[in-house]
C-alpha cells in the first residue's frame, strides 16, 4: 500500500503529467461548457403570445393568450414571460399588438396607465360628472381616487335663507386631476393643484347634478355642490349610492325644470325643423 502511493506521488510530481493533466481539464471545461451555452441558445423557450389581434386600449383576457415556443434570442429582458403579468392588464393606448406577437413590458400597461383612466371603470348605466374643486374643498387636497365621498347642496330658499344638506351619498371618486387634466397623484415629485374630481352616477343623479352647475348661475338660487368625504373607503363593503333628500332633488327640479323623457321629440319628428 505505501509502495502504492509512493509511486502516485511520484507520478502526480511529474511536470509532464500536470501538464498533461491540466491541459486535459482545460480542453473537458471548454467542451462541457461549450455545449451547455449552445443548447442554451438552441432549446427553444415556452412564453405567451396574442392569440388574436388586440387593438389599443383593450383589457387582455385570458382567452386572447397562447403559448409558443421560441428561440432564446427572440426575449429580452422587456419580453412577460408569465401570463399573470398580462391577464387584466390593458393595451398600451398607442399600440396594436398583431396576432402571434409576443408581450412586452412597453405594450401592456395597468389601466391606472391610460392616459384617461378615469373612465375605465365606469360602471354600464352610469355617466361621469367632473365636479368642480380646490385645495380647500378637498380638504387640503385629501380626496384621493377610489375614495368615497358625499355630495352636499348649498343654496338660497325662495326666501333667501341659505339651506345645506346631503345631496347623494357614498360616491366613488375616479381621478382627481389639475386644471390642464393631469392626474394630481400620478407623479409624487411634482406639486399639482386638484382643478377638477371626476366620479360616476346614475343617469338620474348626473342630471340633477347638471341642473345644478347652472342653478350655480342664477343669483337667486345661488346653488353650489361640496364633496365631503366619508369614512366608506376604509369599510370592506362600503354602502350603497343612492339619492339622500328628496325635498333637495325636489327643490332643484323646481326652479330648473324638468323635460320628461317622453316628451323629449325625436330626432325624426317632422315637426322639428331641420
Given at each position: 500500500m505505501g509502495n502504492?502511493?509512493?509511486?502516485?506521488?511520484?507520478?502526480?510530481?511529474?511536470?509532464?503529467?500536470?501538464?498533461?493533466?491540466?491541459?486535459?481539464?482545460?480542453?473537458?471545461?471548454?467542451?462541457?461548457?461549450?455545449?451547455?451555452?449552445?443548447?442554451?441558445?438552441?432549446?427553444?423557450?415556452?412564453?405567451p403570445c396574442a392569440k388574436e389581434t388586440i387593438q389599443p386600449r383593450t383589457k387582455i383576457t385570458e382567452d386572447m393568450i397562447e403559448y409558443i415556443e421560441v428561440l432564446p434570442r427572440m426575449v429580452n429582458s422587456d419580453t412577460i414571460k408569465n401570463i399573470q403579468n398580462?391577464?387584466?392588464?390593458?393595451?398600451?393606448?398607442?399600440?396594436?399588438?398583431?396576432?402571434?406577437?409576443?408581450?412586452?413590458?412597453?405594450?401592456?400597461?395597468?389601466?391606472?396607465?391610460?392616459?384617461?383612466?378615469?373612465?375605465?371603470?365606469?360602471p354600464d348605466g352610469y355617466t361621469a360628472f367632473n365636479l368642480s374643486v380646490n385645495t380647500s374643498t378637498t380638504y387640503g387636497n385629501s380626496i384621493f381616487p377610489?375614495?368615497?365621498?358625499?355630495?352636499?347642496?348649498?343654496?338660497?330658499?325662495?326666501?333667501?335663507?341659505?339651506?345645506?344638506?346631503?345631496?347623494?351619498?357614498n360616491v366613488k371618486v375616479l381621478a382627481v386631476k389639475d386644471k390642464s387634466g393631469r392626474h394630481v397623484f400620478e407623479n409624487s415629485e411634482e406639486e399639482r393643484t386638484p382643478a377638477i374630481i371626476i366620479f360616476a352616477v346614475p343617469e338620474d343623479m348626473h342630471v340633477l347634478l347638471r341642473q345644478v352647475t347652472y342653478l350655480s348661475n342664477v343669483?337667486?338660487?345661488?346653488a353650489e355642490l361640496i364633496p365631503v368625504p366619508t369614512t366608506e373607503s376604509y369599510s370592506a363593503e362600503p354602502g350603497a349610492l343612492r339619492l339622500t333628500s328628496t325635498a333637495l332633488k325636489n327643490f332643484i327640479e323646481l326652479n330648473v325644470g324638468l323635460i320628461p323623457e317622453d316628451e323629449i321629440p325625436s330626432v325624426e319628428d317632422p315637426s322639428i325643423e331641420q
Open positions: 502504492l502511493i509512493f509511486k502516485l506521488k511520484r507520478f502526480l510530481q511529474n511536470k509532464n503529467t500536470v501538464t498533461i493533466i491540466g491541459v486535459a481539464l482545460i480542453l473537458a471545461i471548454l467542451y462541457f461548457g461549450y455545449n451547455w451555452r449552445i443548447n442554451q441558445e438552441i432549446t427553444p423557450v415556452k412564453v398580462i391577464v387584466g392588464k390593458w393595451s398600451n393606448y398607442n399600440t396594436l399588438i398583431p396576432k402571434g406577437s409576443l408581450f412586452y413590458t412597453s405594450t401592456v400597461i395597468t389601466s391606472s396607465e391610460l392616459p384617461d383612466s378615469a373612465f375605465v371603470n365606469i377610489d375614495n368615497y365621498i358625499d355630495i352636499y347642496l348649498k343654496a338660497l330658499d325662495a326666501d333667501g335663507k341659505p339651506m345645506v344638506g346631503k345631496l347623494i351619498e343669483k337667486s338660487v345661488s
